[in-house]
T-cell receptor, first 113, second 113 residues
């Protein structure tokens, strides 16, 4: 079974550049989540989708962050413009239903110089 | 009220020993308590989970103990092995928050050979 697939695994870019993180959830999973993990703040939920529709984006830190899910098999998290404080590991997770556990991808390690 | 507190921050255990990680919560609406295990460079993976209608759940060497009145739950790893060295996160979710998990800050476990 293919798990949640994230790309790229690592991204290093300069401040001010646009960053796009990609996620392919597990087929058949109706829920998709974007998390950010840092040493200081731990795991934070940024946004989640149900059937491709954003349900709660209250965790998105600023307007510089945006997320889309154009279809059931693909989602993007975009940061524009990026700042050094956005450096973190970003995880995508998916689950089949509300009662099923979340399956995480291996994350994208983002470094903004 | 949505916080989950976790201790200790780090833990060193000898091979064969028992590792114990504790979590506490405030919100009585939480009704699902999973534990996640995360290895370096990987996403968190569900280890074991419990609902408040039982006081204990065991899967192999891993046991969750749940104290509903104290609003506390703990993970016990029996016969700890070097391969158990990872970061462990407790989490909580309640119906009032839909799919929004609240994660503890994590415990870094090192099992010495």
């Amino acid at each position: 079974d293919a798990g949640v697939i994230q790309s790229p695994r690592h991204e290093v870019t300069e401040m001010g550049q646009e960053v796009t993180l990609r996620c392919k959830p597990i087929s058949g999973h109706d829920y998709l989540f974007w998390y950010r993990q840092t040493m200081m703040r731990g795991l934070e939920l940024l946004i989640y989708f149900n059937n491709n529709v954003p349900i709660d984006d209250s965790g998105m830190p600023e307007d510089r962050f945006s997320a889309k899910m154009p279809n059931a098999s693909f989602s993007t998290l975009k940061i524009q413009p990026s700042e050094p404080r956005d450096s973190a590991v970003y995880f995508c997770a998916s689950s089949m239903t509300q009662d099923q556990p979340q399956h995480f991808g291996d994350g994208t390690r983002l470094s903004i110089l | 009220q949505q916080q989950v507190k976790q201790s200790p921050q780090s833990l060193i255990v000898q091979k064969g020993g028992i590792s114990i990680i504790n979590c506490a919560y405030e919100n009585t609406a939480f009704d699902y308590f999973p534990w996640y295990q995360q290895f370096p460079g990987k996403g968190p993976a569900l280890l074991i989970a419990i609902r408040p209608d039982v006081s204990e759940k065991k899967e192999g060497r891993f046991t969750i103990s749940f104290n509903k009145s104290a609003k506390q739950f703990s993970l016990h790893i029996m016969d700890s092995q070097p391969g158990d060295s990872a970061t462990y996160f407790c989490a909580a979710r309640g119906d009032n928050y839909g799919q929004n998990f609240v994660f503890g800050p994590g415990t870094r476990l090192s099992v010495l050979p």
